[in-house]
């Protein structure tokens, strides 16, 4: 059997089988590594990564006969592990996201005020929330990141790192009210009532 056969079976399926052929993982590779990069991209930078997301993978393969097969869906699993390995590199995150502060806006190009204008506004709006995320502390970050950038909803997020829902909510809660506090004005974050 071949990956692409395997396209329409559900992740714990997969997962299963991949025991036996491991070429199966594949599958679980194709179908979710988008979703873990771009937020480890988030989290990490770019270069990063694409680093992360490879020891996420080979993690998740190395461990895919713990993988709880009344799980449809690997990716809340998937997430857990890079948020465990983001865990890792706390420092790393905070000197990248002080490094961003550092660097400013790149340079505008002249006769298009307009578009600069809402470029300068943009980015120091992005500044103001980098460094609002920053001042998280790490467990609301986390949750907070996998909610409002992520969309995942409170159960995906209380599967992917080993909590409790309402440890969820009152996590993503008190997130929500340091960083609405910290941009004053500019309230970015987005309530919503359809993660639950």
Do not use: C
Not at 79 to 87: C, D, M, P, R
Not at 121 to 136: C, E, I, M, T, W
Not at 155 to 178: D, F, M, W
């Amino acid at each position: 059997m071949t990956p692409e056969d395997n396209d329409s079976d559900d992740d714990a399926s997969v997962m299963a089988r991949s025991r036996d052929e491991p070429s199966l993982f594949a599958v679980i590779f194709d179908r979710h590594s988008r979703h873990i990069h771009r937020y480890l991209a988030r989290r990490l930078g770019p270069a990063a990564a694409d680093d992360v997301l490879a020891d996420t993978f080979l993690i998740a393969f190395d461990k895919r006969a713990k993988f709880d097969p009344a799980r449809s869906d690997a990716r809340p699993w998937l997430y857990g592990i890079a948020t465990n390995l983001i865990s890792r590199q706390r420092r790393t995150e905070v000197r990248e996201l002080k490094l961003r502060l550092a660097v400013g806006p790149p340079a505008a190009e002249e006769g298009h005020a307009d578009r600069v204008a809402d470029q300068v506004s943009a980015q120091a709006l992005g500044k103001r929330l980098d460094r609002a995320v920053a001042a998280l502390r790490p467990r609301e970050r986390d949750v907070l990141l996998l909610v409002a950038a992520e969309g995942l909803g409170y159960q995906e997020v209380a599967e992917a790192l080993g909590i409790p829902v309402g440890t969820v909510k009152s996590r993503l809660n008190r997130a929500r009210g340091r960083v609405r506090a910290e941009l004053g004005a500019f309230d970015l974050v987005k309530e919503t009532s359809d993660h639950g």
